[in-house]
């Protein structure tokens, strides 16, 4: 490792202690019986059926990177979700979904024999 690369690294690790990223804590916590109540209450179990090429990916990396599943997809999903709110809001998805739905309704109307 160059002089620059152990900087960066000590640097990061106290930067994730300043942080409070402390995943080994928070999976210690999660899995403790006796903070099942408040889990539940704070905690979603997010499931998901995964190819085994995807799977065995993140296998690989998380070990490689020394991080638990739930460390890694909380990663994922915090950086995808924002990401995700951006485009929905420049593509604005509902911008005429007042006129398309008055349009269906006009429709059912006209079918029903409402619209006369």
């Known amino acids: 490792m160059t002089p620059s690369q152990t900087i960066q690294l000590q640097a990061l ?4 202690v300043i942080d409070g990223q402390h995943s080994n804590l928070i999976d210690a916590i999660l899995e403790d019986p006796d903070n099942k109540d408040t889990v539940k209450k704070e905690f979603r179990n997010v499931c998901a059926l ?8 993140l296998e690989r990396l998380c070990s490689t990177l020394d991080m638990s599943k739930r460390e890694f997809i909380t990663l994922a999903l915090s950086e995808f979700i924002p990401k995700a709110d951006a485009i ?11 006129e398309a739905q008055k349009a269906v309704d006009d429709i059912g109307a006209a079918i029903d024999g409402r619209g006369k």
């Open 88 to 98: 929905i809001a420049e593509v604005d998805p509902f911008e005429n979904a007042e």
């Open 50 to 57: 995964v190819s085994m090429p995807m799977f065995n990916e």
């Open 13 to 16: 690790k106290l930067k994730a």
